[in-house]
């Protein structure tokens, strides 16, 4: 029988980062979670939101669980960036300071009530001009293109990134075609462009990629179907993804379910080959077979904010205090998940892949 995970208390020097200081759980190397082959990190966007995901990898770093495997999609691909653009020891402390300054920069942005008041009042006028000439205007984002360029090459080493000591895969979505596309450090030499490229916050122009246009955000999980089947632990990172039933389009748990389809059909199709003799598989049956795989996938999804309720407000909200609670919540997740019993033991033998689901802080009954 595989043991649980284990953890134990550490503390983390916050005081200089001016975070306070919480109790986290470092795990300890066991059979449970040497079985995985891949540990993979999938991050979405969600703007101020994915502050969550920083806190979140920072409690995998404390308990010595580090990905060979991350796709991101807008915010999510600057923080996988910052995790696979530097050595392990530095990733939290990049991370930290580059939502920190994130927050001063926007902080500085910040209008008064009575400009917000002028400006929405000219907002108003020049949509219903735009309107009527039917352009769109655009949201004006929290901090210029530019210097969210500035801050993310301060803070990622993008020949580390396209090392190839960590695999990564980055989404967007053709501005023209509207096609998603995934740039992989195994096809692709990534830049910052290929970073920006998903419009990591609202009202930013379209990034130019090899002369094409990038302006939105594709979800990472189903990348993971291209890599080859391996015993692979994912952690699915949102700080957006809202729960079945709520409102808006649950994307992440979407691609998930489609995946988990697709695992299960190729692990049942490795239980029905054992089944039969060599001798008995003709062509059509082999072809058949040559689908099979008996690798399995657990998957831990961590969702921060489920409800589209004032959801922009949210996304926007980079704020220290707010930011740090975020960062919180997603260190909290992460040892909530590590401690439970259960949660990395391996699938049923007929189940390819196995989901379990922290939705802020409430853990949802496995799938």
């Given at each position: 029988?595989?043991?649980?995970?284990?953890?134990?208390?550490?503390?983390?020097?916050?005081?200089?980062?001016?975070?306070?200081?919480?109790?986290?759980?470092?795990?300890?190397?066991d059979?449970?979670?040497?079985?995985?082959?891949?540990?993979?990190?999938v991050?979405?966007?969600g703007?101020a939101?994915?502050?969550?995901?920083?806190?979140?990898?920072?409690?995998?770093?404390?308990?010595?669980?580090?990905?060979?495997?991350?796709?991101?999609?807008?915010?999510?691909?600057?923080?996988?960036?910052i995790?696979?653009?530097n050595?392990?020891?530095?990733?939290?402390?990049?991370?930290r300071?580059?939502?920190?300054e994130?927050?001063?920069?926007?902080?500085?942005?910040?209008?008064?009530?009575?400009r917000?008041?002028?400006?929405?009042?000219l907002?108003?006028?020049?949509?219903?001009?735009?309107?009527?000439?039917?352009?769109a205007?655009?949201?004006?984002p929290?901090?210029r293109a530019a210097?969210l360029?500035?801050?993310?090459?301060?803070?990622v080493?993008?020949?580390?990134?396209?090392?190839?000591?960590?695999?990564?895969?980055?989404?967007?979505?053709?501005?023209?075609?509207?096609?998603?596309?995934?740039?992989?450090?195994?096809?692709?030499?990534?830049?910052?462009?290929?970073v920006?490229?998903?419009?990591?916050?609202?009202?930013?122009p379209?990034?130019?990629?090899d002369?094409?246009?990038?302006?939105?955000?594709?979800?990472?999980?189903?990348?993971?179907d291209?890599?080859?089947?391996?015993?692979t632990l994912?952690?699915?990172?949102?700080?957006?993804?809202?729960?079945?039933?709520?409102?808006?389009?649950?994307?992440?748990?979407?691609?998930?379910?489609?995946?988990?389809?697709?695992?299960d059909?190729?692990?049942m199709?490795?239980?029905?080959?054992?089944?039969?003799?060599?001798?008995?598989?003709?062509?059509?049956f082999?072809?058949?077979?040559?689908?099979?795989?008996?690798?399995?996938?657990?998957?831990l999804?961590?969702?921060h904010?489920?409800?589209?309720?004032q959801?922009?407000?949210?996304?926007?909200?980079?704020?220290?205090?707010?930011?740090?609670?975020r960062?919180?919540?997603?260190?909290?997740?992460?040892?909530?998940?590590?401690?439970?019993?259960?949660?990395?033991a391996?699938?049923?033998?007929?189940?390819?892949?196995?989901?379990?689901?922290?939705?802020?802080?409430?853990?949802?009954?496995?799938?």
């Open positions: 029988m595989t043991k649980p995970l284990i953890l134990c208390p550490r503390r983390l020097d916050w005081v200089a980062a001016g975070f306070e200081e919480p109790d986290l759980a470092r795990a300890r190397s059979k449970s979670l040497a079985r995985f082959e891949r540990v993979a990190l991050l979405s966007g703007g939101l994915a502050a969550y995901q920083a806190g979140a990898y920072a409690a995998l770093e404390t308990c010595g669980i580090r990905p060979n495997w991350i796709a991101g999609t807008a915010m999510g691909a600057i923080n996988a960036a995790i696979a653009g050595l392990p020891h530095e990733r939290i402390f990049r991370l300071q580059f939502w920190q994130l927050g001063r920069r926007t902080a500085q942005k910040r209008e008064t009530p009575m917000r008041s002028v400006r929405g009042w907002r108003g006028n020049i949509l219903a001009r735009h309107r009527n000439s039917g352009e205007a655009s949201e004006r929290a901090i210097e360029r500035e801050l993310v090459d301060s803070v080493d993008f020949d580390r990134v396209n090392s190839g000591s960590v695999r990564v895969v980055l989404g967007a979505v053709n501005a023209v075609t509207s096609a998603e596309t995934y740039f992989d450090n195994d096809r692709h030499v990534l830049t910052l462009d290929h920006l490229a998903s419009s990591v916050i609202a009202g930013m379209p990034t130019i990629v002369g094409q246009r990038y302006g939105g955000n594709a979800v990472s999980v189903a990348s993971l291209d890599a080859r089947p391996a015993d994912c952690f699915v990172i949102d700080g957006f993804d809202p729960a079945p039933g709520r409102g808006g389009v649950a994307r992440s748990a979407r691609e998930i379910a489609a995946l988990r389809r697709n695992h059909l190729r692990r199709i490795s239980l029905l080959g054992e089944r039969v003799p060599p001798a008995q598989r003709d062509a059509d082999r072809k058949c077979l040559a689908e099979a795989s008996q690798a399995t996938m657990t998957i999804h961590l969702v904010e489920g409800s589209p309720e959801l922009a407000d949210k996304m926007a909200d980079f704020s220290p205090d707010t930011m740090r609670r960062w919180q919540a997603g260190e909290s997740d992460v040892a909530t998940s590590l401690a439970h019993p259960l949660w990395l391996p699938p049923p033998r007929r189940l390819g892949v196995v989901v379990h689901e922290l939705r802020g802080g409430i853990v949802a009954p496995p799938r």
